[in-house]
């Protein structure tokens, strides 16, 4: 006696198994629907702008030793009058002028503060010499600030001395006018460049 097979209609689509793949798939797309309006929703919402911008780096090396092109450019510098405090007991406006105009350098510049990064690598056991000094001139800032207050986040500059492995002198600064170049003003960007030929200037004479 033959044992008779179950008889499938292969041209009926098993309900049970279409109805589990619509249902995985109906899941997974709306799955990613959900994902897409959040993803917008947090570009929206993040308030994180980025802009990649171009920064000229100058570094120049000196077969002066470290003391002596420290000491050039500091001589070239004056001194930050205690402005803030000029401005509090009610100096006016030419008073206050004349005061930092008095406290400018022969670079035209002044020396606002100093950090020993050289003291500082101490702590990892290196002997280093490196120094960054801010230096800068309110009365430049002013000429950038006032018609544009982005400049004031690159205000003073900086300036790094230091001594390299093989012992010579190196002086590294970011260009002013590729950092105040990069908010699209031009009146700002004008005294940038002057500040780039009276910052070349400095460091020219410091290592010479």
């Given at each position: 006696?033959?044992?008779?097979?179950?008889?499938?209609?292969?041209?009926?689509?098993?309900?049970?198994?279409?109805?589990?793949?619509?249902?995985?798939?109906?899941?997974?797309?709306?799955?990613?629907?959900?994902?897409?309006p959040s993803s917008l929703?947090?570009?929206?919402?993040?308030?994180?702008?980025?802009?990649?911008?171009?920064?000229?780096?100058?570094?120049?090396?000196?077969?002066?030793?470290?003391?002596?092109?420290?000491?050039?450019?500091?001589?070239?510098?004056?001194?930050?009058?205690?402005?803030?405090?000029?401005?509090?007991?009610?100096?006016?406006a030419e008073q206050l002028?004349?005061?930092?105009?008095?406290?400018?350098?022969?670079?035209?510049?002044?020396?606002?503060?100093?950090?020993?990064?050289?003291?500082?690598?101490?702590?990892?056991?290196?002997?280093?010499?490196?120094?960054?000094?801010?230096?800068?001139?309110?009365?430049?800032?002013?000429?950038?600030?006032?018609?544009?207050i982005r400049d004031s986040?690159?205000?003073?500059?900086?300036?790094?001395?230091?001594?390299?492995?093989?012992?010579?002198?190196?002086?590294?600064?970011?260009?002013?006018?590729?950092?105040?170049?990069?908010?699209?003003?031009?009146?700002?960007?004008?005294?940038?460049?002057?500040?780039?030929?009276?910052?070349?200037?400095?460091?020219?004479?410091?290592?010479?």
């Amino acid at each position: 006696m033959t044992e008779l097979e179950p008889r499938v209609d292969m041209s009926a689509p098993p309900r049970r198994m279409l109805w589990f793949g619509v249902t995985v798939l109906s899941a997974a797309v709306v799955g990613l629907i959900s994902l897409i309006p959040s993803s917008l929703a947090f570009q929206q919402l993040n308030p994180m702008r980025v802009t990649l911008i171009a920064v000229e780096h100058v570094h120049v090396t000196s077969e002066k030793p470290f003391d002596q092109v420290t000491k050039a450019f500091l001589d070239q510098l004056g001194h930050e009058p205690e402005s803030n405090k000029a401005l509090a007991v009610g100096l006016d406006a030419e008073q206050l002028r004349a005061k930092l105009k008095a406290a400018e350098g022969p670079s035209g510049f002044m020396l606002f503060t100093t950090y020993d990064h050289g003291a500082l690598l101490r702590l990892a056991g290196q002997k280093r010499r490196a120094v960054q000094y801010v230096v800068g001139n309110p009365l430049f800032a002013l000429e950038m600030t006032q018609h544009e207050i982005r400049d004031s986040l690159y205000a003073p500059l900086r300036v790094l001395i230091y001594e390299d492995a093989k012992g010579k002198t190196r002086v590294e600064y970011d260009k002013p006018s590729s950092l105040f170049g990069q908010f699209g003003n031009e009146k700002s960007t004008e005294v940038a460049r002057m500040l780039d030929r009276k910052l070349e200037a400095l460091v020219s004479t410091s290592i010479q």
